[in-house]
T-cell receptor, first 114, second 113 residues
Framework: AQSVTQLGSHVSVSEGALVLLRCNYSSSVPPYLFWYVQYPNQGLQLLLKYTSAATLVKGINGFEAEFKKSETSFHLTKPSAHMSDAAEYFCAVIEGRSQGNLIFGKGTKLSVKP | NAGVTQTPKFQVLKTGQSMTLQCAQDMNHNSMYWYRQDPGMGLRLIYYSASEGTTDKGEVPNGYNVSRLNKREFSLRLESAAPSQTSVYFC????????????FGPGTRLLVL
């Protein structure tokens, strides 16, 4: 069965520093992978997704993620954190290739210090 | 184009009361989903509807029922609310293929006393 593990429930960085949010997946088939962001008291918004095209995926707001099959990872990065990046980030994998239900990780809350 | 809308935004219930959470999308999407979000648990799928006229259980369906009223609307019903159902509920929709994006509504915060 597919699953997602996000390492670190809370990550704190200084403004201007590198953001690295870790995601490892387990999947019996080539996965489709997603990163969503949730700002306080809002719904989830797609940041980027991997659907078996380029392994380096660029998303909105300067974020990108690299699919590494050998490491079963899909870590999210941003070169320079901004205060507005403070939010909760969720990694998700598609459950199989039939129904397409998303399996979410438990989330990582990102804090950005001035 | 409003996307995915949910009503109400916030609700307080007493144990044993019933209520229906409403969700509608105006993107002509085929699939619709109900999730609950609890601290430290991520989002867990309650029920989904792959197309109009079909519904299926997700990971945590106990205590809930759903209705896919038409292509636009997908409601979630709590027949007898319990404190364990205190949560934030999100509706989402997706057009067709499994790799397409799911779009989320703003959520309903439910407190069961």
């Amino acid at each position: 069965a597919q699953s997602v593990t996000q390492l670190g429930s809370h990550v704190s960085v200084s403004e201007g520093a590198l953001v690295l949010l870790r995601c490892n997946y387990s999947s019996s088939v080539p996965p489709y992978l997603f990163w969503y962001v949730q700002y306080p008291n809002q719904g989830l918004q797609l940041l980027l997704k991997y659907t078996s095209a380029a392994t380096l995926v660029k998303g909105i707001n300067g974020f990108e993620a690299e699919f590494k099959k050998s490491e079963t990872s899909f870590h999210l990065t941003k070169p320079s954190a901004h205060m507005s990046d403070a939010a909760e980030y969720f990694c998700a994998v598609i459950e199989g290739r039939s129904q397409g239900n998303l399996i979410f990780g438990k989330g990582t809350k990102l804090s950005v210090k001035p | 184009n409003a996307g995915v809308t949910q009503t109400p935004k916030f609700q307080v219930l007493k144990t044993g009361q019933s209520m229906t959470l409403q969700c509608a999308q105006d993107m002509n999407h085929n699939s619709m989903y109900w999730y609950r979000q609890d601290p430290g648990m991520g989002l867990r799928l309650i029920y989904y509807s792959a197309s109009e006229g079909t519904t299926d259980k997700g990971e945590v369906p106990n205590g809930y029922n759903v209705s896919r009223l038409n292509k636009r609307e997908f409601s979630l019903r709590l027949e007898s609310a319990a404190p364990s159902q205190t949560s934030v509920y999100f509706c989402a929709s997706r057009k067709d293929r499994v790799q397409e994006t799911q779009y989320f509504g703003p959520g309903t915060r439910l407190l069961v006393l």
